[in-house]
């Protein structure tokens, strides 16, 4: 390989990197990697080479990406993330893994039919007290180990998955596993500096508050159908009118009046009706990979279909009128700066 092919494998991989930067900075470290690889012999670029360039590329590229959003909308959604995701996982670990009793001895089940992860249904019991965890931590101010716990929550999803397909425990349904991910994620990138103890404590009474619905709504289904089933294992996870299902039957409007609200506080505090938009298509996951999977399009059982083709041209109008708001020169933390006083700042803290 000449030197010129070289300079075209180099160029060919920076392109990792986003335009604005290559513009930049791409023939000063073309030359400095074709100097290196002179002095070195080589005539190709090596394999630390590629792992170095890629890895960086892409991270610069993400960087840019997400210098995009504002910075008190990702706060936001964090906040909205990270309460949403324990209260959800606190109501599961009792509903749907402490409240269920194994299937009745007399109808010809084993002891303990039924839970397949100890005295616990499936493999969620040791998920969901990290996302708990991580709410208390975060509370109480410590940052870091917040971070810490909802990283081993995205590995404990991913765990759960695998040891589901090797062993014979069961896992929670991999939509519920899927939104547990992303706002664990969402979580985590986005966690503010200095946390608002009461946005996070508002928003985990209001998710508190939709998923009591939740809950009262599955138990007036089971109680009005005449089900006997509702403790017995799985009822919870995949039984008609348990609480995941009721979740998804109610969600839609839920997140319809939730940016509804949020738009009208965005008014003063840009950022909170696409933290709603955001974390609500989250959650709007799971009904509608249960519609994809189990019902036909249009069928009569498909509830979701309709409801979310209705709700989503005013929500994603209001999230995008928001966004335009928190990142205008006159949003949150953008107003002029008078002569002799602190420079804004986009802290949530603060708005």
């Not at 991989?13 to 290196?36: K, M, S």
């Not at 205008?328 to 933390?333: D, E, I, R, V, Y």
Request: one cysteine or more.
């Amino acid at each position: 390989m000449t030197t010129s092919r070289l300079e075209i494998a180099y160029r060919r991989l920076l392109r990792c990197y986003p335009p604005r930067w290559r513009h930049d900075h791409e023939d000063e470290l073309i030359a400095t990697l074709l100097d290196l690889a002179d002095a070195t012999g080589r005539t190709r670029p090596s394999p630390a080479d590629i792992a170095d360039l890629v890895v960086h590329g892409l991270a610069t590229r993400l960087g840019v990406s997400l210098g995009l959003v504002p910075v008190v909308v990702r706060q936001r959604t964090a906040i909205l993330a990270l309460s949403s995701l324990a209260v959800l996982s606190a109501g599961l670990f009792v509903v749907a893994e402490v409240v269920p009793k194994p299937l009745p001895a007399y109808a010809g089940n084993p002891p303990g039919a039924g839970l397949t992860f100890g005295p616990f249904v499936t493999l969620g019991a040791a998920i969901y007290p990290l996302p708990v965890a991580a709410l208390v931590a975060a509370s109480a101010g410590a940052r870091r180990t917040a971070r810490v716990l909802l990283g081993l929550t995205c590995i404990a999803v991913c765990a759960a998955v695998l040891v589901a397909a090797w062993t014979d425990i069961a896992r929670p349904p991999l939509y519920l596993l899927a939104v547990l991910f992303l706002q664990a994620g969402m979580a985590s990138a986005g966690m503010p500096t200095a946390l608002r103890r009461r946005d996070l404590f508002t928003a985990a009474a209001l998710f508190c508050l939709f998923l009591a619905a939740a809950g009262t709504y599955s138990l007036s289904l089971v109680h009005s159908n005449g089900y006997v089933y509702y403790n017995n294992p799985f009822a919870a996870y995949r039984g008609p009118d348990g609480l995941v299902d009721s979740i998804q039957r109610i969600l839609p409007a839920t997140v319809l009046v939730g940016v509804a609200a949020a738009t009208v506080i965005s008014l003063r505090r840009p950022g909170w009706a696409v933290a709603v938009f955001v974390v609500g298509a989250a959650w709007s996951l799971m009904p509608i990979a249960e519609s994809i999977r189990y019902y036909p399009w249009g069928s009569a059982n498909d509830v979701v279909s309709g409801g979310f083709l209705l709700a989503a041209v005013p929500v994603v109008l209001a999230a995008v009128m928001d966004l335009s708001r928190a990142a205008s020169p006159h949003g949150l933390g953008s107003a002029p700066v008078r002569q002799g006083s602190a420079p804004p700042s986009n802290d949530p803290d603060q708005g």
